[in-house]
């Protein structure tokens, strides 16, 4: 269900979930390519292989919050920002989870593609990221994967 951006959070509002979301998700993806033995020097332009992707999109998304911090408030672009920093994640997780077949590390691969879902949803459509019931769960999903990653010795 969209709500009304008119009906909705502000702009700022807004900045300060999706952001805090996306700094979530780094951290996440961070702790899952230590656990994998990824060094973020291991980015490559044109990624060959999980490592190189994982850490490419590390890189990236770092870029992207500090690049974040810079400008005004804009729901979908903060939004497409924790949706990036969320897709790192879930990247990492997969990689992370290629570890071991550990009942936690298949919940956190789980947990992790279901915020990179989650965080996509409230940032696609006609949400744009100024939808408070999808920015909701997206935040909700966050810190279950979060909680995931911890449990699986990620975090």
């Not at 990624?47 to 974040?68: D, E, M």
């Not at 919940?107 to 939808?131: E, I, K, V």
Request: glycine share 6%.
């Amino acid at each position: 269900m969209t709500t009304d951006p008119s009906e909705s959070l502000s702009a700022d509002a807004f900045r300060k979930l999706h952001a805090a979301r996306a700094r979530s998700a780094y951290e996440r993806a961070v702790a899952a390519c230590r656990h994998a033995g990824i060094d973020p020097d291991a980015a490559q332009t044109v990624p060959t292989g999980p490592v190189g992707r994982a850490a490419n999109a590390l890189r990236l998304s770092a870029q992207s919050l500090t690049a974040l911090a810079g400008t005004a408030p804009d729901p979908a672009a903060d939004a497409r920002c924790a949706r990036n920093a969320a897709a790192t994640a879930a990247l990492a997780a997969q990689v992370a989870a290629a570890l071991d077949d550990r009942t936690e590390t298949a919940t956190a691969l789980r947990a992790a593609l279901t915020a990179s879902q989650a965080a996509a949803t409230a940032a696609g459509g006609t949400a744009a990221g100024q939808d408070a019931a999808l920015t909701a769960k997206a935040d909700a999903t966050e810190e279950h994967a979060v909680e995931a990653a911890r449990t699986a010795g990620w975090m």
